[in-house]
């Protein structure tokens, strides 16, 4: 029912943006378009960002603790970095999760560094087991509000049509599958960050004959996907 709502809510957002958009096309022409397409855009880009902001806080404060997909284990990783200041070693009993004798800290843990001395300086202020969660929660919605922007600016360089462009952005950023994936701890969201950031990285690649600018676009998505999760090596490989 909260996917339904939530899907009737964007349909109706979009309906409204791009009524707006033909109506003043038809009225005013192109020229007026031109001439109001910066404040416009600024807006749209506020609306956008802010939305993902309200979206993303709703559902991270809503879903209760070790509710989403194994973020009970996958939280041993950054608490411990958090109470010990060093990285675990994948055998370490602390974190080994129980009846599996393996444990998380043996895959790339570059998203759990981030989290857990995130956690770390949050817990000079703070000793709440929760505030420290939610913490941690935190940081993959920033990295998902990153993502959001360099999506956005994925869209401008692959749609001349801005219309098109913001419906692409959209669609990507508040996919509900998307948007959920920055709401909890694990190592999904910079993964998807790294993604967009080469293909970034390879867009502006193929236009300026891949400048140094591209290359370090894409060097630096290759170097976070691998350092975040082992199951999107593919797109590096491709």
Known sequence: IQVLNFFLIFRNLLHIFFRIWYN?????????????????????????????????????????????????????????????????????????????????????????????????????FSDSETVLFYTGRVVNMVLGLIMSLVVLRLSREWFKDRRFGWLFAFLVTFLPQSIFIHTYINTDSCCMLSIAIMLLGITKGVKDNFSRKSCLFLSLGIILCALSYYNAYGYILS
């Not at 404040?39 to 609306?47: E, G």
């Not at 559902?59 to 970095?81: A, C, F, M, S, V």
């Open 24 to 124: 003043s096309n038809q009225i005013y022409g192109k020229g007026f378009i031109m001439k109001k397409y910066c404040t416009k855009n600024n807006l749209l880009t506020l609306l956008y960002i802010s939305l993902y902001v309200i979206i993303a806080l709703s559902l991270l404060i809503k879903q209760p603790i070790g509710t989403p997909p194994d973020e009970t284990n996958r939280h041993l990783i950054p608490q411990y970095i958090a109470n010990h200041g060093t990285l675990p070693i994948g055998y370490e009993e602390e974190i080994r999760i129980y009846g599996y004798g393996f444990s998380y800290a043996f895959q790339p843990i570059l998203p759990y560094m981030l989290q857990g001395y995130t956690m770390r300086l949050v817990s000079l």
